[in-house]
């Protein structure tokens, strides 16, 4: 789902004049959009890694790695 359709899903409380005051989101759609901005986060820290030159690493060799020194991923 992306953005605008999750949005479109927000629902708004009003005050008596039909001004929106407040929105309301289920919990479900609260941690997709949670999820998305996390992902956005790293896509970002990615982009300023590889400007900046930064070595990088295949992911499956990360992995390897990881579960060598007995960490779960």
């Known amino acids: 789902m992306n953005v605008t359709e999750m949005l479109n899903k927000a629902e708004f409380l009003v005050d008596e004049n039909g001004n929106k005051k407040a929105i309301v989101l289920d ?7 949670l999820d998305l901005l996390e992902d956005l986060e790293d896509a970002a820290e990615i982009q300023q890694m590889r400007d900046a030159g930064a070595e990088t690493v295949d992911w499956q060799e990360a992995k ?3 579960r060598a020194k007995g960490i779960d991923v």
């Open 27 to 33: 919990m479900a759609l609260w941690q997709e959009l």
């Open 64 to 66: 390897s790695e990881l």
